[in-house]
């Protein structure tokens, strides 16, 4: 993995607290995808007992899959501790001293590419925007494979290449440095399900197109959910006016019926946790197969 395309965690868990704020006023694309992935969950009929919301932000996600799985225990997980801190609802003193079985939904403070669970503990992880802040999916889908249960489901949506090529395409050439994060193809996802030993994982995809007056507006609001370049070869310190006016003047060529596209390629996905054979294998048989512990 080349540096460029590192993301530097502590910068992507800053960016997020300072955003937690702003973040539910600006985020309507992120709502409206959950929407879109909610809808989904029409067509499969299933209730898991546990479920995991992997980069919960602020808590949308959560609260409408509360609504729908009224028995279910909710985990909600996010790298910044403010968004968890906006999630979680003010709640009186005596709702705190309630039996632990009749507080539905759990908040922790963590990292989705090492999450702290136990194995085959999750019913159905549910993670909506947030693998692109992953540096490696590899792990992050091996991690998710060991905390789900035998049919248990990963349902998921993530950026694919073409997001904010508007904005990429503005600043190429401007200075040498990456502006825009890096995102994974939806085939190469798909391939990582399959080596991952998840089962008939589903993949498809859309473009979503929203609309600016001007540039600045689509980097306000990137900044108020917190979407900033994060990726260790970014630009360090600000960029002179010269270059700024350069990337206006480039993104003001694709201005179309008196506004600026910022594009996104919405990847999404879902795949089941078969039975593994090789489960009721013992440690000796195991290792006399070769098989990893």
């Known amino acids: 993995m080349i540096s460029e395309q590192i993301l530097d965690k502590k910068q992507l868990r800053t960016a997020f607290e300072r955003a937690a704020s702003s973040y539910d006023q600006a985020a309507v694309l992120q709502r409206e995808i959950s929407n879109r992935m909610l809808a989904r969950l029409e067509y499969i009929k299933y209730k898991p007992d546990v479920i995991l919301d992997a980069g919960s ?9 509360a609504k729908r799985y009224a028995s279910s225990q909710l985990i909600a997980v996010d790298i910044a501790w403010m968004m968890l801190t906006h999630a979680r609802p003010n709640t009186a003193w005596w709702q705190r001293l309630l039996p632990l079985q009749q507080q539905r939904t759990d908040y922790l403070c963590a ?5 702290p669970l136990k194995n085959e503990s999750v019913g159905m992880i549910w993670s909506n925007l947030a693998l692109q802040w992953c540096n490696d999916l590899n792990h992050t889908f091996a991690e998710m494979h060991r905390i789900l249960r035998t049919d248990g489901l990963l349902m998921f949506s993530t950026f694919g290449p073409d997001t904010l090529k508007e904005l990429r395409q503005a ?17 190469d996802i798909g391939d990582l399900l399959l080596n991952h030993r998840f089962s008939t994982p589903v993949m498809d995809m859309e473009y979503i197109t929203l609309t600016y007056d001007d540039m600045i507006g689509v980097m306000r609001d990137l900044k108020a959910i917190g979407a900033h370049n994060v990726i260790q070869g970014r630009r360090q310190g ?6 700024w006016q350069r990337a206006i003047a480039a993104y003001e060529t694709l201005r179309g019926d008196g506004k600026l596209p910022a594009t996104f390629e919405v990847v999404y996905g879902h795949a089941w946790k078969p039975f593994d054979p090789r489960s009721i294998l013992t440690p000796e048989t195991r290792r006399q197969l070769g098989l990893p512990p």
């Open 111 to 115: 990292d989705i590419e090492q999450i």
């Open 238 to 243: 600000l960029m002179g006016k010269h270059q």
């Open 171 to 187: 600043f190429a050439g401007i200075d040498g440095y990456s502006h825009v994060n890096r995102f994974v193809d939806m085939h």
């Open 57 to 65: 932000g602020t808590g949308y996600g959560t609260q409408q899959l």
